[in-house]
Structures are given as structure tokens and as C-alpha cells.
């Protein structure tokens, strides 16, 4: 059985909130993803990391920036959504 990933659309539209997120002229404080299944949305902000696997259809967030200057999140919280899963998100 093939498995059902979100069109590109989806996640070009999660990579422009981020964008949005991240830019100082908007003044959002976090990004809201809804999975479904869950009752609550799952919350970031502009410091964690996103990485998009359009191949694999995952998302995986990270807790705080990973930069080349010696801070490493590897022991950090680390989130994975199907992207199929998530179901709306929403900057606050």
C-alpha cells in the first residue's frame, strides 16, 4: 500500500510561517502545529530547529539552534511528526 504524503504545497506553506516566525517585522512569538490525535497543539519558537524530510514525509524539531559556533542541541528534546499528522498550524 503506498503511503499518502502532504503535497509540496503543505510544506512550503509550514516553511513560510517559519520564515514569518523568524522575521522581526511580523512579532509572532511561536508556531502552533495540531497533530491529530492530540488535543493540544505542540508549540516552538523561532530558536528551534525544523528540518523537512519531503522523501520520508517527516518533520523533526529540534529544541534550541544547533550553530557552528559550539552550541550542539543533540541532548535536547527532539520532536517527530508525520507530516501527514499534523493537521492545521498556526503562528501566535
Known sequence: ???KVRSATFVAQLK???AAL???EHGYRAMQLYAAGVPEPWEFTAEDDFEFY???GVLVVRDGPTDENGHDNAQVPEYVFRLEAIVASQLV
Do not use: F, H, I, V
Request: net charge negative.
Open 16 to 18: 513560510e510561517q517559519l
Open 22 to 24: 523568524r522575521s522581526d
Open 1 to 3: 500500500m503506498a503511503r
Open 54 to 56: 519531503e522523501e520520508t
